[in-house]
């Protein structure tokens, strides 16, 4: 998985390369995460913001990482946003190390920063 660069935006071939997901399951997301919706330039092509990426990130780790079903990954998603970051994973035992819990400690506290705290741009209609 190539890190974003710090653009402001991503096209979908830079996000699906980035983080080895293909184009048409970022589609189907969109459709089955209420919380992912990246804005359409004027020629209706997607722009994913860095906060879009990173709730791909916790999309594909529930998903793929985790082995949630879509709706049970869409349940954790919402019980994040409503309990202000109290996301409960139960995160598969064996081989998980403090360090990778550590780092995905860190991670979806910056989602919970993004999600909750993201302002209003003019793009948001």
């Not at 935006?9 to 995460?33: C, D, N, P, Q, R």
């Not at 019980?79 to 035992?93: H, I, V």
Request: proline fraction near 3%; charge should be negative; charged fraction near 25%.
């Amino acid at each position: 998985m190539k890190e974003a660069s710090g653009r402001l935006y991503y096209s979908i071939g830079e996000v699906s390369e980035m983080l080895g997901i293909k184009s048409h399951t970022l589609h189907y997301w969109e459709s089955a995460f209420p919380s992912l919706k990246p804005h359409k330039n004027q020629a209706g092509n997607r722009c994913y913001r860095p906060s879009d990426i990173d709730v791909l990130k916790l999309i594909d780790q529930l998903l793929n990482g985790e082995g949630y079903s879509i709706e049970g990954a869409r349940k954790q998603i919402e019980l994040l946003k409503k309990k202000e970051g109290q996301l409960a994973l139960n995160l598969k035992q064996g081989n998980q190390s403090t360090e990778q819990l550590d780092s995905i400690c860190v991670e979806l506290e910056a989602i919970i920063r993004d999600l909750s705290h993201l302002p209003r741009t003019e793009l948001d209609g």
